[in-house]
């Protein structure tokens, strides 16, 4: 079930356009950040029943951009590196397997204390201070294997 | 060259709106307001202006084709999907001056007749889309939005919509299905979106840097504009490097500026001194490469044609002698059967095939023929897809294919790479 919360930023998302099906984007981003950083095929259901939408249509939009996290749960802190081609450069695949390696995990997975999930991406548009990923929202730039320690050391 | 486009980036407080118009903001759209929206768009196509998108159609022409009927609604969309990889330039824009592009939307919108605005950004650029919220708030309360703008009768709404991660939604008629909702395949063109755009309704879709240069062509004039760089591709862009150089970032320069110019003065030239370049991208990685033999060439939409490759979003990648090319072509094209948005065959089939071959290549497992294999499909894409994404992933390979035959040969025959 969608909290209050979130069903009253939908609405506020509904404001922005002429059709309710225009909205389905942030709904479900709304409804993704309500779980806790997935989507379970009830809230996509939820999430139709707002937007007078077919659910297979809701499904639809929602399986064809990446961000979704579709009955795939995530860690806690969920890290994203880059992995084209200015940060390959630079050494991405070196902090890659430096991650796996500190976290003991495989990307694509998550820590059993649910702390961690790390996965690979295409450019995030940071290419200028690669190599870079992301965690949750916020970005980390130039990144060294000193660097990578501290940050990790943060996230609790 | 005066910076027009990155000149208030690294100011303190540079996203709020007070320091904005201290430092003259908003004076452009002020002035805009007192002229007939026909003469701002001729003003723009008198500048020579062309969309730092990667197209490098004429923004001017492209808004003259907007229909003058005030009875049918319009709208602009403003194009901040940002996912050419290499490319970070309307980020640094719409974290950092985020009123230069609200204030190069609202001339727009003025001119061609839109009343509601929509800034597509891409799903990642959380702290960018906080960022726009704010200064549409700020510039709301500051009456620069909203109904009967400083008293002209002028009315105008602006709204983000978020992206959640999917290139293709910056090919623009993707980028209109999005926003209505549905997956983001591409649009059959004609009709063309100054016509039948978002929602049915006449559209301009601009790229950021487009748009962040219509205030400064207002308020300095067509003549100023054009005469900055190459004649028929003027103006100031912003380069952004990144790869192989000393000091990587944006540099906003004239049109036209050398590859030599921007790598070894700008950006101090190569990261390490013995290891010169082998390869330059010069305009995000759809662009085919370029080599050390090139460096001289001016970087505009013409000249880069003109040498087989193209400025696209200005995103130049260094690479240097150590670089393996196979690998780069690897990870280019793994890219692009990614984001490959399945609506066409030779695509959607094409690109993750060229990606299984380039991928055993890089594993020393390549075969004989493979070469030619990729070569065939390539031809089976080129010019066969229904958008140019395909076609970019083409030129991409074909470009490294042609300047390092050698190297993908050496894979295949040593089972190694020549480059380590
Ligand atoms: C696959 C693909 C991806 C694109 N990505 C972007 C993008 O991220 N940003 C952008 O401004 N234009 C992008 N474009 C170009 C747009 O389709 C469009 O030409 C541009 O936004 C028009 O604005 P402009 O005339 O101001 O350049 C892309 C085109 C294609 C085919
Ligand atoms: S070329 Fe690729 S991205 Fe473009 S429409 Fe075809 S499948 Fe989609
Ligand atoms: S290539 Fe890594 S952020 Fe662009």
Redesign the pocket.
């Known amino acids: 079930m969608l909290s209050d919360k979130a069903k009253k930023e939908i609405e506020a998302a509904l404001k922005k356009y002429p059709n309710k099906r225009s909205a389905v984007m942030d709904a479900l981003r709304i409804a993704q950040a309500d779980r806790g950083g997935h989507l379970e095929r009830s809230d996509m259901e939820d999430v139709a029943v707002i937007l007078e939408m077919n659910p297979v249509e809701v499904n639809e939009a929602a399986a064809f951009y990446t961000m979704y996290n579709i009955q795939k749960p995530v860690g806690r802190h969920h890290i994203q590196v880059c992995r084209n081609i200015s940060c390959s450069l630079l050494g991405a695949e070196h902090i890659i397997k430096y991650m796996e390696r500190s976290l003991n995990i495989k990307t694509g997975e998550t820590t059993p204390d649910n702390r961690f999930t790390l996965s690979t991406v295409e450019c995030l548009g940071s290419c200028g201070t690669a190599p870079m990923m992301q965690v949750n929202d916020d970005y980390f730039e130039n990144l060294t294997e000193q660097k990578v320690d501290e940050i990790i050391k943060k996230l609790v | 060259m005066e910076k027009i486009l990155l000149k208030n980036i690294d100011k303190p407080e540079s996203h709020r709106i007070e320091n904005y118009i201290k430092d003259g903001g908003y004076k452009a759209f002020a002035e805009a307001l007192k002229l007939k929206p026909d003469n701002i768009i001729q003003m723009v196509k008198d500048s020579g202006l062309r969309g730092r998108g990667g197209a490098g159609f004429s923004t001017g022409l492209k808004w003259s084709f907007i229909p003058k009927d005030p009875t049918i609604p319009k709208y602009l969309c403003c194009n901040a999907d940002e996912g050419e990889p290499g490319t970070y330039k309307d980020r640094a824009i719409i974290d950092n001056d985020p009123h230069l592009l609200l204030e190069g939307m609202m001339i727009t919108c003025y001119a061609i007749g839109a009343a509601k605005s929509y800034i597509y950004i891409r799903g990642e650029f959380v702290f960018g889309a906080n960022r726009l919220e704010e200064a549409i708030k700020e510039a709301y309360a500051k009456g620069y939005l909203g109904k009967n703008i400083l008293g002209t009768g002028f009315n105008l709404d602006m709204y983000i919509h978020r992206g959640f991660g999917a290139y293709?939604c910056g090919?623009e008629t993707?980028l209109l299905e999005s926003i209505e909702g549905y997956r983001a395949?591409?649009r059959k063109k004609p009709p063309f979106p100054a016509l039948a755009g978002l929602y049915g309704k006449p559209t301009v879709i601009n790229n950021v840097e487009t748009l962040a240069c219509i205030p400064a062509i207002i308020e300095k004039g067509p003549k100023w504009f054009s005469s900055i760089g190459p004649e028929k591709s003027p103006g100031p862009k912003i380069f952004g490097v990144s790869g192989h150089v000393k000091k990587p970032g944006l540099y906003e320069l004239p049109m036209g500026t050398t590859l030599r110019d921007l790598i070894f003065n700008h950006c101090g030239g190569m990261l390490r001194d013995d290891r010169p370049l082998k390869a330059v991208v010069p305009g995000g990685v759809s662009a085919p490469m370029l080599t050390a033999n090139d460096l001289d060439t001016p970087l505009d939409f013409d000249s880069l044609a003109a040498k087989g490759s193209m400025l696209g979003s200005g995103a130049v990648i260094v690479m240097d002698e150590s670089t393996c090319m196979v690998k780069a072509a690897f990870i280019t094209n793994r890219f692009?059967s990614h984001?490959?948005?399945?609506?066409?065959?030779?695509?959607?089939d094409g690109?993750p095939w060229l990606t299984r071959v380039l991928k055993r290549l890089e594993h020393g497992e390549g075969r004989p023929g493979d070469i030619e294999l990729m070569e065939s499909l390539c031809a089976n894409?080129f010019g066969r897809?229904?958008?140019?994404?395909?076609?970019g992933?083409v030129m991409a390979l074909r470009g490294a294919l042609k300047n390092f035959r050698e190297e993908f040969q050496y894979h295949i025959d040593h089972k190694k790479c020549m480059a380590s």
């Open positions: 293709i090919e993707a395949q591409p692009f984001e490959s948005c399945g609506k066409c065959t030779p695509c959607r690109t894409i897809t229904f958008c140019p994404l395909g076609d992933a």
